[in-house]
């Protein structure tokens, strides 16, 4: 499969809102598309957000990744969460994950981030063969902790 990696726009908000509400979908929330594209709209308004797109030769949206800067006290200097990887049912298996993650990844450098993270379910075995296929390391030194409001 051929397929385009790009940083996408707010006037992208038809091509990606799909893929996110299908992403959300596949973690057990209910479909709302209106509710997705608000979301993703109020991301790229905000700039608190860098979503890349993968299209392919149909012009079809075939993955995205979006990532939320953050910053390091101690190091003094920016990151990224690699918060969403999703790769559309019919583009699975045609490299289009790896893609996505080496676009994030070039663009985090090509910014001055000086790292980036991601966390991913235990079970999520595809993905984390994904992740270290591309040079990714599980964090052995931190434990992560998580409170839900």
Not at 38 to 56: C, G, K, P, S, T
Not at 113 to 121: F, K
Not at 126 to 133: C, D, F
Request: neutral net charge; aromatic residues 12%.
């Amino acid at each position: 499969m051929s397929i385009t990696v790009r940083q996408a726009t707010i006037h992208e908000l038809d091509l990606v809102a799909p893929l996110f509400d299908a992403y959300r979908v596949f973690y057990g929330q209910a479909s709302d598309l209106a509710a997705a594209t608000r979301f993703l709209r109020e991301r790229f308004q905000h700039h608190d957000a860098v979503v890349m797109v993968a299209i392919d030769e149909e012009g079809a949206g075939a993955g995205f990744v979006q990532l939320y800067p953050f910053f390091s006290s101690v190091r003094m200097a920016r990151l990224y969460l690699l918060n969403d990887l999703f790769v559309a049912p019919h583009a699975r298996r045609g490299g289009v994950g790896a893609a996505l993650m080496h676009e994030a990844t070039a663009f985090a450098r090509a910014v001055g981030a000086v790292g980036m993270t991601l966390a991913t379910a235990h079970t999520n075995l595809t993905a984390q063969r994904l992740y270290e296929s591309l040079g990714w390391k599980r964090d052995e030194e931190f434990r992560e902790y998580a409170i839900r409001f």
